[in-house]
């Protein structure tokens, strides 16, 4: 079945630092690709995501590029925040006749000191 | 405009008793999506509604788990007779029109439930 796997965190950055996470897939077909983010208290928030190969998500400074030859779908943000702070989730939504379930990864915990 | 929301946030409940667990979705969303999250892990997806129709139950765990949404817009979670591995926050998530892979999910905050 389909499946994501993100780097384990926690993730533990100073403010300004360069940030990746990385995110692989598995999955039959074509997926569509997700980074969500859950900041503390909240719900989870689309962050960015991608629909089919070499597409590119951004958003708030963040981006992520759907490669197909390695199923990866890595975040990166060039000069993190504070207020980056959260946990973010790699997820896909395959092209079947089930497109509408989200497989998500188990999340990466980002905490960006001052 | 409002978000979806979920109703109890936080629920505590002894092993054996039922609960419910709401869920409101965004005004006019056609999609409503259930999820489970155990503490450490990522959403797992329970069951989905288009309108008032329960299209897909695959992931739901157990026939103690039971989903409704008679009028097609809020929905309520039914877990009879609860165990200890049913702990988790549950998540509700709706989209605006008939689901599909590019549809973003507008997700609640989430009722978290705890099982003694």
């Known amino acids: 079945g389909d499946s994501v796997t993100q780097m384990e965190g926690p993730v533990t950055l100073s403010e300004e630092a360069f940030l990746t996470i990385n995110c692989t897939y598995t999955a039959t077909g074509y997926p569509s690709l997700f980074w969500y983010v859950q900041y503390p208290g909240e719900g989870l928030q689309l962050l960015l995501k991608?629909?089919?190969?070499?597409d590119k998500g951004s958003n708030k400074g963040f981006e992520a590029t759907y490669r197909k030859e390695t199923t990866s779908f890595h975040l990166e943000k060039g000069s993190v925040q504070v207020s980056d702070s959260a946990v973010y989730f790699c997820?896909?939504?395959?092209?079947?006749?089930?497109?509408?379930?989200?497989?998500f990864g188990k999340g990466t915990l980002l905490t960006v000191n001052p | 405009g409002a978000g979806v929301s979920q109703s109890p946030r936080y629920k505590v409940a002894k092993r054996g008793q039922d609960v419910a667990l709401r869920c409101d979705p965004i005004s006019g969303h056609v999609s409503l999506f259930w999820y489970q999250q155990a503490l450490g892990q990522g959403p797992e997806f329970l069951t989905y509604?288009?309108?008032?129709?329960?299209?897909?139950k695959s992931g739901l765990p157990s026939d103690r788990f039971f989903a409704e949404r008679p009028e097609g817009s809020v929905s309520t979670l039914k877990i009879q007779r609860t165990q200890q591995e049913d702990s988790a926050v549950y998540l509700c998530a709706s989209s605006s029109r008939l689901a599909g892979g590019t549809d973003t999910q507008y997700f609640g905050p989430g009722t978290r439930l705890t099982v003694l």
């Open positions: 509604f288009q309108n008032e129709a329960q299209l897909d």
């Open positions: 997820a896909l939504a395959n092209s079947g006749g089930s497109n509408y379930k989200l497989t």
């Open positions: 991608a629909t089919k190969a070499d």
